[in-house]
Antibody, heavy 119, light 107 residues
Framework: EVQLVQSGAEVKKPGESLKISCKGSAYSFTSYWIGWVRQMPGKGLELMGL????????RYSPSFQGQVTISADKSINTAYLQWSSLKASDSAIYYCARVAFGSAYCDYWGQGTLVTVSS | EIVMTQSPATLSVSPGARATLSCRASQNVSSNLAWSQQKLGQAPRLLIYSASTRATGIPARFSGSGSGTEFTLTISSLQSEDFAVYYC?????????FGGGTKVEIK
């Protein structure tokens, strides 16, 4: 069964850095794009960007370009989302999702990582 | 950026009744449209892709239709486990974009 398992909840202060992870299993990790999706409290879904772990090709949605960094380590089937300097407005649930082969919809989702940024 | 608009924002439906959810794209997205369900406190789950194809394991009471800019998700007979928020997503153009969601609640 395809699984995406994300790292646990984080509580950080403004200005701190953070890297969260998403580990894929039971499929060829290097052959599917992985996306990161933000869900702010009580709000909808926003795609932040995609990475192709096979060659680390990365695409960012315009709203998130320069705000976060998406990376992957294919040797351990893990994708990452990182911030260099968190803001209170980064408080949200972050989901990783596998993008269907040959298409661009999200077919499997991780369980989500809650990030809370508060002084 | 293609804007996806879902209506209504909230739909109150009795168990066993039919629910019809709408999604409109600001530009033509062909049939590159997916629907996902999100229950409270859970991750989204894919229901429909290519506008009308059910994902693996999705019951037949869920059906999708439409193409171009107008799409519909129909739940033929609502079960208790179907009360949730539903999102449409276009994947025809970058950036991929989601609608704001329709909450289906018990009437």
């Amino acid at each position: 069964e395809v699984q995406l398992v994300q790292s646990g909840a984080e509580v950080k202060k403004p200005g701190e850095s953070l890297k969260i992870s998403c580990k894929g299993s039971a499929y060829s990790f290097t052959s599917y794009w992985i996306g990161w999706v933000r869900q702010m409290p009580g709000k909808g879904l926003e795609l932040m960007g995609l990475i192709y772990p096979g060659d680390s090709d990365t695409r960012y949605s315009p709203s998130f370009q320069g705000q976060v960094t998406i990376s992957a380590d294919k040797s351990i089937n893990t994708a990452y989302l990182q911030w260099s300097s968190l803001k209170a407005s980064d408080s949200a649930i972050y989901y990783c999702a596998r993008v269907a082969f040959g298409s661009a919809y999200c077919d499997y989702w991780g369980q989500g990582t809650l990030v809370t940024v508060s002084s | 950026e293609i804007v996806m608009t879902q209506s209504p924002a909230t739909l109150s439906v009795s168990p066993g009744a039919r629910a019809t959810l709408s999604c409109r794209a600001s530009q033509n997205v062909s049939s590159n449209l997916a629907w996902s369900q999100q229950k409270l406190g859970q991750a989204p789950r894919l229901l429909i892709y290519s506008a009308s194809t059910r994902a693996t394991g999705i019951p037949a009471r869920f059906s999708g239709s439409g193409s171009g800019t107008e799409f519909t998700l129909t739940i033929s007979s609502l079960q208790s486990e179907d009360f949730a928020v539903y999102y449409c997503q276009q994947y025809n153009n970058w950036p991929l974009t989601f609608g704001g969601g329709t909450k289906v609640e018990i009437k």
